[in-house]
């Protein structure tokens, strides 16, 4: 059975170490926020300008002016910065932000991503993708295996304009757990109840399959 889009949150949780700062992107990445794993401090970065975001309000704690890069509203958590963007990004262009999570169109085999516009339809510009991209060593994409119609999103080449090239190294989809090393897709984990077989049938890109694959537990 395909992961949640709150399962995927989950996962990609595990990924968060002792004093990371972390830029959640817009979507699935930003719920990630909600599952930090107790014992561990955290800083969570919003490109809009603030540093130790917080997980998402209750009505009685939610504050219409604090919101994310997405314009959702959030929470500031104890210690928390508010700074305008041009300081925002000079973090995340001088390399501060130890883990990045992101959403994307497509990805492939050799780490591009694409992820800020799909041809036709109206876009306002690439946002601060290209510089989280660009910025970080650390870049966990988030997304679904396939698209609606069933097409593959792990690609040999993305066939979308690129955000970033061979910058990712990790990607967390619906169905698995997957690194890129050498020009492929590393099956390193499979959902709950998902089959080898299915992730094969679904990736275009060339995919290794390893003896030890692990099946995710939550």
Not at 31 to 36: D, E, H
Not at 104 to 124: H, R, T
Request: proline fraction near 3%; include cysteine.
């Amino acid at each position: 059975m395909a992961l949640s889009r709150e399962q995927m949150a989950q996962r990609v949780a595990r990924e968060l170490q002792d004093g990371f700062y972390v830029n959640l992107g817009i979507g699935i990445p930003t719920l990630v926020a909600n599952y930090v794993p107790d014992g561990i401090d955290v800083m969570l970065q919003s490109e809009n300008g603030l540093l130790g975001m917080g997980a998402f309000p209750t009505e009685e704690t939610i504050d219409a002016d604090m919101i994310n890069a997405g314009k959702q509203t959030v929470t500031a958590r104890l210690g928390a910065s508010i700074f305008n963007s041009a300081e925002s990004f000079a973090m995340i262009r001088g390399g501060h932000v130890d883990l990045t999570v992101l959403g994307a169109f497509e990805v492939d085999v050799e780490g591009n991503i694409a992820s800020w516009m799909i041809p036709g339809k109206l876009v306002k510009g690439m946002g601060g993708a290209m510089d989280l991209v660009a910025g970080a060593d650390n870049i966990i994409v988030t997304m679904t295996h396939a698209s609606k119609d069933g097409e593959s999103k792990l690609l040999s080449r993305c066939s979308l304009p690129l955000t970033g090239a061979g910058c990712i190294k990790k990607v967390l989809t619906d169905l698995a757990y997957l690194e890129i090393e050498n020009g492929a897709f590393i099956l390193r984990e499979t959902a709950p109840g998902v089959s080898v077989e299915e992730i094969v049938a679904k990736t275009a890109g060339k995919l290794i399959v390893p003896d030890d694959v692990k099946e995710m537990t939550f």
